[in-house]
C-alpha cells in the first residue's frame, strides 16, 4: 500500500489552506463534542462488530444493554474497524472521525483535478461531512471508497480500484455502482479476475478471528438484515422518519403512501443513468469520465431508501464535482449550487429554522430534491455534451 503512504505528501506539499484546516478541525470537534456528550451509538455498534464477531455472536441482532438499533454492515466491517475498537470509547471515536476525514480528503486530492478545483468540492462537502462526523458515520468513507475505484481505474491500477469496490460492497453495498468504471478500464479482464479475487479474501477475511462457518452464516443474517430494513425504512411518513430521504421517499411523503413501489423510480434511473454509456467515442475524454463518478456519487444516495442526512456527504461530494467541472459558471449554475448548499447541506443544521427543518425539509425529504436537480443536469452533460480540455 506504498502508493498510500506516498500520496499523504499532501500533508507536506499543500500549504496549510482554510478548507483543509476546517476539514479536520469541524471532524475532531464533531467527534470531541459527542464524546462529551456520550452521544456516538452508532460507534457502539461499529465497535461491537469486531467483538461480536471475535465471540461469534449473531452480528445482527438487537444487544438493547450495548447500544440502541442494530448493526446493518457486513461481515468484513470487523476488519477495518477493529484497531479502533481496541481503543478507549473515547478515543476510537475521535480517531474513526479523524481517519474518515483523511481517507476522503486523500481520494479527493487524488482526483485529476487542480488544487483549486480540489478545495472547492472539500468547501461544498465540508458541512455535511460535518453531519457525517457527528454521527460518528463511515459515510466518508463510503464516498472515498468509490472515488478511489475511479483513481486507481484512471491510473491503470485495477486491482486497487477492485479492492475498494468489493470491500466497500461488503460492507454497505453503495460502493458496487462504481463497477460502471469497468468500461472506463483499459485492463478489462484483470479488473473481472482482480474483481473475483478480493471477493474471495476479502470474504473469508474475518475468518482469521473467527470461524468458517460463522461468517458464512452471518453474510446470510446480513441479508434478512438489510431486508427488514427496507421495509422498516418506507414504513413511516412521519416527519420525524430519518431514514428514505431520497427520491422515492419524496414521492411516498408528498402522496402521503406507503404503497409507492421503488421500482417506478428505480427502473426508469438505471435506464437514464445506463443511456449515455452508449457514447464510447467519449470515454476517452477525462470530464465525461469525472461526470460519471459525480454521478455514481449521487446516485447512490437519493436513489437508497436507506439514505439519511448522514448519507449526503457522498451526494454532496458528487455536486462538488459536477460544479467545478462546469466552465461556465452562469447564474444558473450558481444558482443550482446555492440551492444544494442551502436546502442539502444547511437544512439539517441549527441554521435552519426548527419549523422549516422539521416540517418542511424533513417532512418531504426535499433533502434529496437539489441532488436530483445535479443528477439530471449530469445526465444532460454527458448524454448529449460535447468534449471538454482534459485539464480541469
Known sequence: MNFLFAEFKIFKSWKISIPVLLWFLLAFIAGLAEV????????????????????????????PAEYADINHYGPVFSVVIAPFAVLPDWLGVIAWNLVNAA????????????????????????????????????NAMTAAFIILAFVFVERERDIWATFFIVLGFLIKLYPIAAIVFFLFSKHRVRFICYGFMWLAVLFCLPMIFSSPDFIIRSYADWYHALSDKVVENVSSLSHT??????????????????????????????????????????????????????????????????????TYVIAMTGVGIWYVLEQQKTPWVIGVLVFAIFVTSLSTTDLCPPYIKIHIIRAFALKALPCLLVWLLLIKDVAFGKNLPDKI
Open 36 to 63: 462529551l456528550h456520550h452521544s456516538f451509538n452508532n460507534y457502539l455498534i461499529f465497535r461491537q462488530v469486531f467483538w461480536h464477531t471475535l465471540a461469534q455472536t449473531n452480528l445482527y441482532s438487537p444487544y
Open 103 to 138: 481517507v476522503l480528503l486523500l481520494a479527493i486530492k487524488m482526483l485529476p483535478l487542480s488544487r483549486r478545483n480540489i478545495l472547492i468540492i472539500l468547501l461544498i462537502s465540508l458541512v455535511d461531512m460535518m453531519s457525517a462526523a457527528h454521527n460518528v458515520q463511515f
Open 241 to 310: 422518519h430519518m431514514q428514505d430521504i431520497c427520491v422515492m421517499g419524496i414521492i411516498r411523503r408528498t402522496l402521503q403512501t406507503t404503497s409507492f413501489n421503488d421500482l417506478y423510480v428505480l427502473v426508469p434511473a438505471v435506464a437514464i443513468f445506463a443511456w449515455p454509456l452508449l457514447r464510447i467515442s467519449q470515454y476517452a475524454n477525462t470530464a465525461y469520465r469525472l461526470r460519471y463518478l459525480a454521478l455514481v456519487l449521487i446516485s447512490v444516495v437519493i436513489f437508497s431508501d436507506s439514505a439519511e442526512s448522514a
